[in-house]
């Protein structure tokens, strides 16, 4: 069954250099226990996506158009109070930085208690039962005690164990993660990836995961999405996008990664920059780096086409394995 | 869990926090309902209440000094400062008890003591003016008690006040932000931009003389100080992703401003309230010596020296300096104190 459904969502910043489409039509929708990996650059309207689900936009930025259905329900018909009482408790976030996400003049006991009590009228001792079992599920030794201590005694990596635990106080149904690894030690990073993976599959959580590392999504996610300038440029199971990636956006960001080729060989890099997001050119957003851009791809913007079962790209000149372009 | 947990580095578990916690609320209540007996009615007599009163503030202190106390007494001057300040505290608390006389029960003067020079005894020699007496024969010493503890409770009642209502408006500024961030800045821009004695001045020429028409127009002169500085923490500290995280576990809004956003912008406040209490003190002296303070009958420090200013041509200097230099003395203990507690609490020095 589907848990979120999001249907040509788009974001705006009205800012005084003009109008930002942060994210412009950006649709996806993600079933029960599975982990959708959003990757992108720096500034490609993946962060900003996760905020849109929330709704916690902040000003300049407005969800302008698009649906969001989560379990059927279109959250911006809701109203501010029923969207409070989803937020941490069916939808949950999990933030970049752990050593920003924990309020640094608060107890672990405090924040969690009140975490579990903003949505259930529950006793503080049953809620600090809830918080110790989600601490020893994220694998949080002795967790009766780390209750009691304030986030500056935590390690980074414990810290976002404890941020990931938060998030699972209330069972959620979907949780959205913004770059959780990016400021972790990458030992530790796998350590919680896999731990997230296992949670997932356990609780049947639908997660979104947004990074700008395809390495990391390669191991945890099901499917792909890769969003540049605010759209989704190709879509699909993560091992078919992995292994033939069509867009070229894709192969570049593959093809940086550093480790697959030999010693000394030079990483192949994407040429220029992320984009102006409040002056994109006419035409597909890439084209200006794009080794394969033509007249075409700068005349108009390629719509977004299925080439297989859940596959989609946004591409004029796709590179596709045979099987595929046939 | 499939993957082992990494070995944790033993980190101190502060299983004291809760203890210290309870007796920090204990303390803070002892406090709280002590003032308000002796606040309130003729209760400055009841010991207990007393009593009850210093214990607490030593209690809440040494809490706000735990973990900390080799940082804050980092020289001697603080040693000094503490100690005198503690003594000050102790005699204003103590004033009826330890004083030799009750300057203001009439059966115990005698105008003919009037304007005798420290070191004199009364006619019968049963008692001594260690530091003269005033032109009504009352005795020096005895009025700077009574007066450190009117002068005291008026300024930290007055800040305590201020503080609050400067908080609130602060902290709602910051939070609501656009157009009444604007106004209620604007408002404390125009307060500001007055000297607060003259506000001050013109609000007490307005209520007339009274203990609690001082505290209130010590409030209103200082409220926008608080205002101005909790707006500025608490916007910094909104923007801090903790912010976005507990708006992300669906708390509503004012368990997000007053639960997590203000106990993060309290240190900068210790602070300055500290160094406010001797503003506020200095600023009711000022208004007292100028004759529109406290009442006659309750005189504050200020008042003292304003009483004994006029013989001080003459050489009788006592009436006026004594009160004068435990003015100096407060005002520059609580100073001192402060200054450390700035040093000593304020995060960015903190690693």
Known sequence: MSVLDVRDLQTHFFTEAGVVKAVDGVSFSLNEGEVLGLVGESGSGKSVTGFSILRLVDQPGRVVGGQIN???????????????????NKIAMI??????????????????????????????????????????????PSPEERLAAYPHQFSGGMRQRVAIAIALLNGPDLIVADEPTTALDVTIQSQILAEVQELARETGTALIWI????????????????????????????????????????EGLLGSIPGHGRRGERLTQIPGM????????????????????????????PAITEIGPGRALRCVHPSLPAEIAQ | MSVSAPPIPAAPVPDGADRWRRINLVAGLAVGLSLTILLTGQGFALLGARIVLLAGLITLAASLLRGRAHKFFSGPSAYVATASLFVLVVLAIFASEISPQNPYDLRQLDIMDGRLPPGSTTFDGSMTYHLGTDEQG???????????RVSLSVSIFATLAAMAIGVVVGIYAAWAGGRTDTILMRIVDFQLSFPSILVALMLMAAFGRGLDKIVIALIIVQWAYYARTVRGTALSEARKEYIDAARGLGLPDWRIVFGHLLPNCIPPLIV????????????????????????????????????????????QYWMSMYPGVALLAIVASINMVGDRLRDTLNPRLQK
């Open chain 1, 274 to 301: 992320a984009p102006n997001m409040a002056r994109l050119p006419d035409g597909c957003a890439f084209a200006p780096r794009c080794t394969r851009a033509s007249d075409a791809c700068r005349a108009e913007a």
């Open chain 1, 95 to 140: 933030f970049q930085d752990p050593m920003m996400t924990l309020n640094p003049v608060l107890r672990i006991e405090t924040q969690m208690v009140e975490a579990v009590r903003a949505h259930e009228r529950v006793s503080p001792a049953a809620a600090r039962d809830r918080a110790i079992k989600a601490l020893a599920k994220v694998g949080i």
């Open chain 1, 211 to 250: 990074t700008h590392d395809l390495a990391v999504v390669a191991g945890l996610a099901d499917k792909i999405s890769v969003m540049y300038a605010g759209r989704i440029v190709e879509t699909g199971p993560t091992d078919a996008v992995l292994a033939a990636p069509g867009h070229p956006y894709t």
């Open chain 1, 70 to 88: 989560f379990r059927g329900q279109d959250l911006a018909g809701l109203s501010d109070r029923d969207m409070r009482g989803l937020r941490g």
């Open chain 2, 138 to 148: 009352r005795d020096i010493l005895s009025g700077i008690l009574y007066g450190l």
């Open chain 2, 272 to 315: 300055i309230s500290t160094v406010q209490v001797a503003n506020t003190i200095v600023l009711e002296s000022s208004l007292s010596f100028l004759g529109v303070g406290v009442p006659i009958t309750q005189p504050s420090l200020g008042l003292l020296i304003s009483n004994g200013y006029g013989y001080m041509l003459s050489g």
